[in-house]
């Protein structure tokens, strides 16, 4: 193959997915999620869930609390002691919020963090099984924090402990402790409806009976039967990582007439968003989700917005490219979450694995190692953490161990190749982050926070000639979280710069507004502890 055909597939690889990276399709994007997203809310009982929460925590809640995260892959366990209001500087109110030099949760004080992997045979297990070993952490936490204590005069915690608790997986709540477990699906095998908080304080139980008679342990059954029994515990809080992540940082970022939390994100092994909405703008249905509905204005939506129906604005403007298309019909659920796809952590190696293969097969001298042919061969975490980050030669050594020639004497990873597949990692990091952009500015504007005009109307918008008065600028923030946008380079600053530019551009009316994403790290468990907080009077 000449250099100059080479060449032109590349070029045309890196244009089908960055051919719609522009402010016109990105401002067309947001304006049609916004009236996708108003509509589904209105019509759809899969899309924009009502959650418990109908109140926004005050930033002075105090109270100590178990809590747990309950992830994909891990598990976290610890104790979140939220401090209420501390005494300090506040920031100038024409400064930008950042997370970068500056202790955000400086009021949440933490103890006895600990994780676990879930392995796959948990997975699989029964959910009696996958809860008892749940329950067996809880207790390994709980009897480390009291052997912290011993000495003092009496149980720092009582008889009794609070619990909060993130679950990153579908579940159906009307009340803010209750929540009634769908099926798991990211490889576990619960497909029944199960009571959550049952099935988790069930798996502690045995940890409060008398010395001698709680049975062995799944995480130390040679010292279970010599300790002592623990205090109970009782759920006061279940929510999902959305709602968790906004939460959290809706308590640390105090409210004030120029910055506020309106939005959560999280962009990871999946993607979802959470949002205050006006209950009058979702469908009737969902007022019976609702304890004394005629008591609420506002409720916290998840949105779910990969699901399909949420994609209608990518097939309108044909965003989606072939090796999308292949990517969803062979996934694990086709035509299920399709904006999830093309944007989440889940996947990004997938689409990059079915692009580079696609422009390498026009090329009649490559021979494409076997390794490389397998559905998932290319991690997204080897390209955040290797094709991303390395120089070139790391990343040719890399690439050749990782997927070797079938000719050992020649090297398939000559330069053009490794250059290949680093630009078409980094169109599909950039189409990533700019599709997200758009679905926040989108996301903002259906509920009323910003405005997006109508591109193919005439436009009040000055294209970025006008400027801010700092002094009236409102800051909203969204709260994110996630491996994707924390860890893979360049996104989460490209995901800012599109949302500043969709902010500016897509109104006159926005010249007051700015859309900061703000980190809500390791919110999840941040966010249980909030909750519980808002749930009792604590003194």
Known sequence: MSSDQYDADAAGAIEALTGSIN????????????????DLARSSTEHFLTTPVTALPTGKEKGKFLCIDVGGSNLRVGFIELLGEVDGPESSDTERSSTVGENVFAQVKRSHDKNWPIGDHLKMDQAEDLFAWIGDCIADVVRAALDEAKGQDENPFGDEILLGITFSFPMAQSR??????LPMGKGFAITTDLNLGNMLLTGYARHCEAPGTDGASMSDPANTKTRSKLPRIRVAAITNDTVATFASLAYAVKSAPNSRVAMGLIVGTGTNATVPMKLANLHPAKRNEIPNPDA???????TEWTIRGTDKPLNDLSIKTPWDLTLDANSDAPGFQPFEYMTSGRYLGEIVRLALLDTLSR??????????QNKNAIPTRFLSEIVARKGGRIVQAELEKTYPSTDPSESFWTVDRVELIRDIAEAVQQRSSALVAAACTGLLACVGEIKIENPSKPSSSSN??????????EELVIA?????????????????????????????ENVSKRVTLKEARDGGIIGAGVLAGMTEDIA
């Open 23 to 38: 402010t016109n399709t990105l401002l067309d994007l947001a304006h049609r999620f916004s009236l996708t997203y108003s």
């Open 176 to 181: 803010l402790s209750e929540a009634t477990l």
């Open 296 to 302: 609420v204005e506002t409720v916290i939506i998840n």
């Open 363 to 372: 090329d009649p001298e490559a021979i494409i190692p076997p390794s490389l």
């Open 464 to 473: 970025g000639t006008h400027t801010r008065d700092k002094r009236t600028i």
């Open 480 to 508: 994110y979280t996630g491996g994707t946008i924390s860890q893979y380079p360049k996104w989460l600053q490209t995901c800012q710069k599109w949302i500043d530019v969709l902010v500016e551009e897509g109104s006159a």
